[in-house]
């Protein structure tokens, strides 16, 4: 079985699972109801922040490419964005999206070597403040969780835990290039020693000339601490705008009791906890962990509601978007006999 078929495999089980649950679920019976009552002014404005977390996720690719490929217009940019998430919202780990995105590129001119770099950058800007954010939300609501979902908090610290050494990482590894030849080496010659990787002196040549573009792109990168920090604020407000999804949730469920810092801090912690959950979309630990961390915001008759709603808008309207683009892509790329 293909990767693609495995994906879309995942894919199917994934919607299924969600239907199922949907429809045997005993609390859920008034679920139509719930939904016709809720109001929908907020449900709106849920929607269109995950929309404008795609843009931004967009502007910030299209910055860093303009900056060390030059100049590319916004909606390939955009276009490249939204694949990528496709990918990762239907791989575990989220492990398909930069790959995806790195082919893309490379079927745009844009040298791997380039693409790379842009795409990690990317990712160690907003593993910065995706680590910095989490961590200020965890302190800010250690004592909610230690309370109300004691269970969940050893997860939570190995996420956090996660995230820090995986950020102190691809530092280490954006400050120091040259160890990125020796750690490549040794995987290659791993593979070449169980047979899966033939003539082995092709690749290091590649490597060679791989490492030595990427350390000139990335002295460039370095020089450019403004455009960094401002590339940072932009990530800062796209995780905002992805956590505030399940307050605008909580709104239009006529709830009013809980502060809007604090959704955000729990839906913080929800993240931490599902970030090991080798599943699609982190399905089973994103539920669990919202199901435990929200019943007591949520209450227990509308916990399971809210939960479906923002599944629905923050992941399945996501597949549902990205992978009609990334359709639409392939199509296209088709006619112009260039298979994706």
Do not use: C
């Not at 496709?86 to 398909?96: D, H, L, Q, R, V």
């Not at 120091?176 to 690749?203: A, D, G, H, Q, R």
């Not at 019943?295 to 479906?308: E, M, V």
């Not at 978007?321 to 088709?334: A, C, E, K, Q, S």
């Amino acid at each position: 079985m293909n990767k693609n078929r495995r994906n879309n495999v995942s894919l199917v089980l994934v919607i299924a699972f969600f239907l199922i649950f949907i429809f045997i679920n005993k609390d859920l019976k008034d679920f139509p109801e719930v939904i016709i009552a809720a109001n929908t002014k907020y449900l709106i404005v849920a929607v269109l922040l995950m929309f404008g977390n795609w843009a931004l996720d967009g502007i910030i690719l299209n910055v860093l490419t303009n900056k060390i490929y030059g100049k590319v217009k916004f909606l390939k940019s955009f276009r490249f964005s939204l694949v990528g998430q496709y990918y990762s919202a239907i791989t575990p780990f989220s492990a398909g999206g930069q790959p995806a995105q790195i082919y893309l590129m490379s079927k745009d001119s844009i040298p791997v070597s380039k693409s790379s770099l842009i795409l990690f950058n990317k990712f160690v800007i907003y593993q910065a403040a995706v680590t910095l954010y989490y961590l200020i939300m965890f302190i800010f609501k250690f004592n909610f969780v230690s309370v109300n979902a004691k269970s969940v908090l050893p997860f939570a610290i190995f996420g956090l835990f996660l995230y820090v050494v995986v950020l102190i990482g691809i530092t280490l590894l954006f400050y120091k290039p040259s160890w990125i030849k020796p750690i490549v080496l040794t995987l290659y010659k791993f593979l070449s020693k169980i047979k899966i990787m033939k003539n082995l002196e092709k690749y290091k040549y590649k490597i060679e000339k791989f490492v030595e573009e990427y350390e000139i792109s990335a002295e460039k990168i370095k020089r450019n601490r403004n455009n960094n920090l401002g590339l940072f604020l932009l990530s800062t407000i796209q995780i905002t705008f992805d956590l505030s999804v399940t307050y605008f949730v909580y709104l239009s469920m006529h709830l009013r009791k809980a502060a809007y810092l604090d959704v955000i801090a729990v839906q913080s912690i929800v993240y931490l906890v599902a970030v090991f959950m080798p599943t699609p979309g982190s399905i089973g630990a994103s539920e669990g962990g919202y199901y435990l961390l929200f019943k007591p915001i949520f209450t227990k008759n509308l916990i399971l509601h809210s939960l479906i709603l923002w599944r629905a808008i923050n992941y399945y309207l996501k597949i549902l978007i990205t992978g009609f683009v990334t359709f639409i892509d392939h199509l296209i790329r088709r006619r112009k006999k260039i298979v994706i």
